[in-house]
């Protein structure tokens, strides 16, 4: 079975500072996906990134960074210079195969405090 | 980008009453929907997913008959937490499955049984 473990549950820094959250997965597809999300207070998911498990190649988003590792089977996410903007909680996702039917797992989610 | 409407963002029902929650996929056509629970400071955890014009598939420890799920169309899947309780107040939030594109979330309903 599937399964998305992010064994930060709370992390605060101070604005400017850059921040991994780091996000580790359980999988026996070789295909499948992996995703970060943010959710502000407000409750809606906001989608960050999509990788695909054939990809490893990091990807770079503005003050967003993805290091994808399959052999350490991780998908960190690091913030540059954070601002309090960034507060949110973060969940990291896998979901398996490509078929329609392919259903997200989430992990915990990582809260994360932005200080000025 | 493809947008998923989920009404109404909050609700506020008697124990012992039915509520009705909608997600509708705005600008493309959504065979596959997902039903997600999030209790506060806590993850999603999919409840169902819905296909259109087919029964939900429900994950286990879900009450079918508690959590009734339609999928009717292509753009339209509802859920109704038939006789709420309490212990059913929880943030509800559905996601659409957009083919090769991925899933697109709806905003959420915050659903508070008094």
């Known amino acids: 079975a599937q399964k998305v473990t992010q064994a930060q549950t709370e992390i605060s820094v101070v604005e400017k500072e850059d921040v991994t959250l780091d996000c580790v997965y359980e999988t026996r597809d070789t295909t499948y996906y992996l995703f970060w999300y943010k959710q502000p207070p407000s409750g809606e998911l906001v989608f960050l990134i999509r990788?695909?498990?054939?990809?490893?190649q990091n990807e770079i988003s503005g003050r967003y960074s993805w290091n994808f590792q399959k052999s350490t089977s991780s998908f960190n996410f690091t913030i540059t210079a954070s601002q309090v903007v960034d507060s949110a909680v973060y969940f990291c996702?896998?979901?398996?195969?490509?078929?329609?039917?392919?259903?997200?797992?989430f992990g915990k989610g990582i809260t994360l405090s932005v200080r000025p | 980008g493809a947008v998923v409407s989920q009404h109404p963002s909050r609700v506020i029902c008697k124990s012992g009453t039915s509520v009705k929650i909608e997600c509708r996929s705005l600008?493309?056509?959504?065979?596959?929907m997902f039903w997600y629970r999030q209790f506060p400071k806590q993850s999603l955890m999919l409840m169902a997913t819905?296909?259109?014009?087919?029964?939900?598939?429900?994950e286990q420890g879900v009450e079918k008959d508690k959590f009734l799920i339609n999928h009717a169309s292509l753009t339209l899947s509802t859920l109704t937490v038939t006789s709420a309780h309490p212990e059913d107040s929880s943030f509800y939030i559905c996601?659409?499955?957009?083919?090769?594109?991925?899933?697109?979330f709806g905003s959420g309903t915050r659903l508070t049984v008094v």
């Open positions: 996702a896998l979901s398996e195969g490509a078929g329609a039917n392919s259903k997200l797992t």
């Open positions: 990788r695909n498990s054939f990809d490893e």
């Open positions: 600008d493309f056509q959504a065979t596959t």
């Open positions: 996601s659409a499955l957009q083919g090769a594109n991925g899933y697109t």
């Open positions: 819905s296909n259109e014009g087919s029964k939900a598939t429900y």
